[in-house]
């Protein structure tokens, strides 16, 4: 299977990292496809085909990843369009805010549509750890959507969902990725007026939320389950939580979660 990826900023970069790591497809056979230089020539070093033509870029793919601003999708994808094998490939488009509707609009060839999905990662899939949320689109078959799942899923964990969940998703996972790294600023910096070195409550702040989510995962337990197994009455840890949520502490995700919808 070939792979174009084209637009490698934040989140394409992040996109050709996790494939390199997750080997689900042969360096080889991937194909970036930006314009800067500088990009071209950091993967061109670790064996990716590389260009600054999309149309070339798209030609000989199975799978065309378009992961550029959204602004810039409708001219990037009517800029390949006459390239695109609509019988033979698949096309991804990762840009917040793009609707299918416009997609076809922009695409129709003859009445003919190219299987066409919308995907939206975080930058945690350059770690193989992103969580993807998979719309299928448009002229979408089980087939297709087979490989579209299974190759995000070598690069973490991927849930097929509806166009009208995406915006919920995008802030739930991509956002929500910045919202938890405030949380380990916020308390590195807690944990440096407890005395700590700033980088040591930074590694502590990360151990701890990683096993934070080991447990969960591990276990199943609903939070709540299992913050109480540390709470104990009259203890320092039910009077930190107390502190936090009279802060607003639960409130404040909630709002900023919605805020981004």
Not at 54 to 80: F, H, M, S, T, Y
Not at 176 to 189: F, L, N
Request: hydrophobic share 45%; net charge negative; aromatic share 4%.
């Amino acid at each position: 299977m070939k792979i174009a990826i084209i637009g490698a900023g934040a989140m394409g970069g992040a996109t050709v990292e996790g494939l390199l790591k997750s080997q689900y497809i042969d360096t080889v056979d991937i194909t970036v496809s930006d314009p800067s230089a500088a990009v071209l020539e950091k993967f061109a070093q670790r064996g990716v085909h590389v260009t600054s033509d999309n149309q070339q870029a798209a030609a000989e793919a199975d799978i065309v990843c378009v992961v550029v601003k959204p602004w810039l999708v409708e001219r990037v994808l009517k800029g390949i369009k006459e390239t695109l094998d609509y019988r033979r490939q698949i096309l991804i488009v990762v840009a917040a805010g793009v609707k299918s509707a416009d997609i076809q609009t922009w695409m129709a060839k003859d009445g003919d549509m190219i299987p066409t999905y919308l995907v939206i990662p975080n930058i945690a899939i350059a770690q193989l750890a992103s969580m993807t949320f998979i719309v299928p689109a448009i002229a979408a078959e089980p087939q297709h959507t087979e490989r579209v799942k299974a190759l995000f899923d070598s690069m973490g964990e991927s849930i097929l969902t509806e166009e009208s969940h995406l915006a919920a998703g995008t802030t739930l996972a991509s956002c929500g990725i910045a919202y938890a790294m405030r949380y380990v600023r916020a308390a590195s910096e807690g944990g440096v007026e407890l005395g700590f070195k700033a980088d040591e409550a930074k590694r502590i702040v990360m151990q701890t939320m990683k096993g934070a989510v080991e447990l969960l995962a591990a276990t199943g337990l609903h939070p709540e389950a299992a913050i109480d197994l540390v709470t104990t009455p009259g203890g320092v840890t039910i009077k930190g939580l107390n502190e936090m949520e009279h802060a607003g502490f639960t409130s404040s995700v909630i709002r900023g979660l919605k805020a981004g919808c």
